[in-house]
Nanobody, 116 residues
């Protein structure tokens, strides 16, 4: 089992920045890929960014050049730097980790609100 705790969300003005963190505990040796998703009000959860254990990243088109995913394997933590935030980025952000055996674990989510 892997337990995830996200932090760093909050209220920010349009154009502002936030840094989200997601710390993993438990069976951390089994963690392979890490990712951030978001779910806006009334919309389905969508993939924001992914990062492999080796550090290869992938981003949704809507956040490319604005968001940066990174991870610290020694701290078992994944980060999401959010820059140039827009009101349409308002959502609950969730981190997800995938184990080497293919199990997905989700955090509880952290709210990001971008005021115009």
């Amino acid at each position: 089992q892997v337990h995830l705790v996200e932090s760093g969300g909050g209220l920010v003005q349009s154009g502002g920045s936030l840094r989200l963190s997601c710390a993993a505990s438990g069976s951390i040796f089994s963690i392979n890929h890490m990712a951030w998703y978001r779910q806006a009000p009334g919309k389905q959860r969508e993939l924001v960014a992914t990062i492999t254990r080796e550090g290869s990243t992938n981003y949704a088109d809507a956040v490319k050049d604005r968001f940066t995913i990174s991870r610290d394997n020694a701290k078992n933590t994944v980060y999401l730097q959010l820059n140039s935030l827009k009101p349409e980025d308002t959502a609950v952000f969730y981190c997800k980790v995938t184990s080497f055996s293919g199990f997905d674990y989700w955090g509880q989510g952290t709210q990001v609100v971008v005021a115009s």
